[in-house]
């Protein structure tokens, strides 16, 4: 079996267990496409984008058939150096969108009831496919990529409604 048979496999088997994949999708700019595993079906590949949006230089194009998530990740600070050290990439686009993720959850969490009906919204709203759909719900269109910020996930109660659609 070779890395990536591994590597798909064990994907395979975590989402089965409703555990949620992110992954960078690339640094390589429009020079390579989404890169494996952020390629597949299966896992949130995560751009990066500025505080405005605006996709960082290190991005793949976008793709036209999948969803192209993505979140801050150009000029982050880093506490590693003693000056102040901005650093770029969609490792940390895709560390921030799991916090995202995070934070919806806790909201989902807070928001449903007990009934049958909301266990099985709290459910699926944890699982690939149903964050996928609130990403996407909670997402402002930019420049062919479907950029998602804190500040929009927690203010707009639509994203949260959106796990009943």
Known sequence: MNDD???????????AMGIIIFTSAS??????????????????GVYAADGHGNPGEMNPNPL?????????????????AEDELLADGTSFSTSIATAITANILSLVEACF????????????????DGMRLLFL?????????????????????????GVRD
Do not use: Q, W
């Open 27 to 44: 640094n390589s700019g429009v020079n390579e496409s989404r890169a494996f595993p952020a390629s597949m079906d299966r896992v949130l």
């Open 137 to 161: 719900k909670a997402a402002v269109p930019r420049v062919g990529y479907d950029y998602i910020y804190p500040h929009r996930v927690a203010k707009d109660r639509s994203t949260i409604d």
């Open 5 to 15: 048979a591994a590597i798909r496999d064990a994907i395979i088997r975590a989402e």
């Open 64 to 80: 036209s058939h999948r969803d192209d998530i993505s979140t801050l990740g150009v000029a982050i600070p880093s506490p590693l």
């Open 113 to 128: 009831g007990e009934s049958e009906e909301d266990e099985a919204l709290r459910l699926r709203a944890s699982g690939s």
